[in-house]
């Protein structure tokens, strides 16, 4: 084990983390809005998966393109689920809610499966996103890099409209106190709407990564991304940002060190490791990294 080998475990665990960060950054948003853990998040890095394998190998359509009607797809399907599943029970228990994600979680991958049948689809990016660069003895494809300025472009775009837009300010009252956003003359609806949509987009374009990383997708893909990207968005404090951006890599890094690092015998526990990896933070950190101590909305 040498310096390149440990800095090429590095570079992984960034990729891998990016991918988290993006998905995470949803569960963040959508839980600071309305207290509600989205679980059928996660399967819309399934359907942006098939959206880019249908417009890429299908279509044809030029990567760039690709990617702008991956993003509208994910925010309309962000859309459809707040206001066919989510809002009609909004202001009952929490426990509801959880539970209708879940119910809308394994209908999308039911309607997956009856869709596109539940055998593994070969995903092959543009050959030019596929060539292999070396630098400073640590190798990555083109995709890779993309992948990265992607997330780093996409979070930076959306912590400026958190924190510089009208919508931005609305979302981050909104986050503070629903009740009283409500009576300042802010639209809860509109606000809530536009945080499932931002938060779905990111998704989706995290399942245009997920499968150029891995170069293979099936419908049951968003369930295991999605619930490690819950599990970044625990680890840097559910509700926040820059808390889900951190999780994020903090637990792609740990997750490819812990398989990189350690004899090989140990790589089929990585997901004992990333759940064991939690526990302890917790234990330490019971809002998580950057969260705060919650309190109660009026």
Same mark, same amino acid.
């Given at each position: ?13 960034? %990729? ?33 998966? =098939? ?6 190998? #299908? ?65 092959? =990016? ?16 083109? #995709?890779?890099?993309? %992948?990265?300025?992607? *997330? ?64 293979? %997708? ?11 990207? =819950? ?27 812990? #398989? ?11 997901? *004992? ?26």
């Amino acid at each position: 084990m040498n310096i390149n080998y440990i800095a090429q475990q590095i570079v992984n665990g960034l %990729i891998l983390g990016s991918m988290y960060a993006m998905v995470a950054i949803g569960f963040s948003m959508i839980y600071g809005i309305i207290r509600l853990i989205n679980f059928a998040h996660g399967d819309v890095v399934m359907i942006g998966a =098939f959206c880019t394998l249908g417009l890429l190998q #299908v279509v044809g359509a030029p990567f760039p393109l690709v990617a702008l009607v991956v993003l509208a797809a994910g925010a309309a399907v962000g859309i459809l689920i707040e206001k066919g599943a989510f809002r009609p029970m909004r202001g009952a228990p929490q426990v509801t809610g959880f539970i209708a994600s879940l119910a809308v979680s394994i209908m999308l991958q039911n309607f997956g499966v009856i869709i596109f049948t539940a055998q593994p689809r070969n995903f092959a =990016f543009p050959a030019y996103l596929q060539r292999v660069i070396q630098l400073a003895g640590v190798s990555f494809r083109v #995709v890779d890099l993309v %992948i990265m300025l992607s *997330a780093l472009v996409f979070m930076c775009a959306l912590m400026l409209l958190v924190h510089k837009t009208r919508l931005g300010i609305a979302m981050r009252a909104t986050a503070e106190n629903i009740d009283v956003a409500r009576l300042m003359g802010i639209n809860i609806n509109r606000i809530i709407m536009a945080t499932f949509a931002l938060g779905s987009a990111l998704a989706a374009i995290a399942g245009l990564m997920w499968g150029g990383k891995f170069g293979q %997708i099936d419908p049951l893909l968003g369930f295991v991304p999605g619930l490690k990207s =819950f599990v970044a968005a625990v680890i840097g404090g559910v509700g926040s940002i820059p808390g889900a951006i951190l999780g994020g890599f903090v637990l792609g890094l740990a997750e490819v060190l812990f #398989v990189g690092l350690l004899p090989p015998i140990y790589s089929t526990f990585r997901d *004992a490791f990333v759940f064991s990896t939690l526990i302890i933070i917790l234990l330490l950190l019971p809002n998580g990294i950057l969260g705060k101590k919650p309190q109660e909305r009026s």
